[in-house]
């Protein structure tokens, strides 16, 4: 039962990250590709952490370790992304034509 | 035209088939659960509890039968960071005075086709600049002001609230993760990953805060005794063994119980030594690097005080 429900949350992060790699592909600009390489990590990498989690137990020497990467790896990686997006766009680096909200550019010009 | 369509899909499925090939290939050659150690590992694991009292057979052998290659490596290592150092160390302040970048200015213009060239700056920069030596000595970090949305040149010397929050947040953790890695003998490798992961705490602060904020704690004299202290406890850890059991490397210390922090004893003397010599010698290297930065004179005061004789 515990293992099926560690597969099944491993499943999940594993669907997220196939959607992932996908729009990293597809997408047509900078900061659509920045999202979705941070689902991927988000929403990829951390619940097959606490897949490990859920069948090897909290406290055990596993589902410890898998926990603290969960939780540096929550707190980082969108602190990164919104560094890399922020220097992206202070370098000016263009949005696809046909995006439809540009927040800052409002906010200047209005 | 359809050709062309295809090519892509084509090389992709290919390449894709190819690594799944080599994966393949790999997974069935692993060795089996019963499958014979090698020589090494078999004398590692042998010699791990018994001798060292340690459960960690790389530790036993990083750090225990092969302690003479980590001693090298670190010296190679200690080495690396001198010459790093020593190329590119700011300018030294001289006791005597020696003209010669006035004697040189003559030539330089002529190389250089007029001042003007080699002065231009563009007035942000310029002005940048004038602002980083003005708060050279004090005063916090200072934030991001410009807008996102604006063109200028960022002046900030800290990352956003968002960076600085989340750095701050993970900091504490993962300086104690790295200094766990060692302090525990368990983690293969001991003092050298959590020596890296240090240096990986630093930089993250580096990052949030900037060059300034963390040279004010991080100081470079500190980190070059911390790191010469290092080196003397390897040095003489190692060269205890030769004297008193008539082999280097030899265990000279008491054994603590088994998977305890003192279990090990040279092994994790060593480790920890390791621990002191990687990271502040990887930090200094990084800091050398980071604080290059331009170096040139400044010609109007050199003018001011000593062309007046000329």
Known sequence: ?110 | MARADLHRPKLGLLLVAAVATCLGAAVFTLPRDGAPLPAVARYAMEVAIPKWHTTEPVNEIVYGTRGFDTFGETFLLLAAVVGVVVISRSKERRRTVLLEDVLASEEQLGLRGGRARGGQKSPESAAAEQEERADDSAGPPREPHSRVGSREPERATAMTVVVRGGIRAVAPVLAVAGIYLAAWGYSPGGGFPAGAVLTGVVLLAYVAYGHRAVSRIVRRNTLENLEMLGAAAIIGLEVAGLVLKGSFSANVLPLGQVQTIRSGGLLQAFSASELIEVSTGLTLVIFAFLSMGSDWTEEESHDDEHGRGR
């Open chain 1, 1 to 110: 039962m515990r293992d099926a429900v560690a597969v099944a949350i491993a499943a999940v992060g594993l669907c997220f990250s196939l959607s992932g790699v996908v729009g990293i592909l597809r997408m047509p600009d900078l900061y659509t590709r920045v999202q979705c390489s941070t689902k991927n990590v988000t929403m990829g990498s951390i619940p097959v952490l606490i897949a490990i989690v859920v069948a090897k137990g909290p406290v055990s020497p596993y589902g410890s370790r898998a926990l603290l990467v969960a939780f540096l790896l929550f707190v980082l990686n969108p602190v990164a992304s919104h560094a890399l997006t922020r220097a992206a766009y202070k370098r000016g680096i263009e949005m696809a034509p046909g995006s439809v909200v540009d927040m800052p550019r409002e906010r200047r010009e209005g």
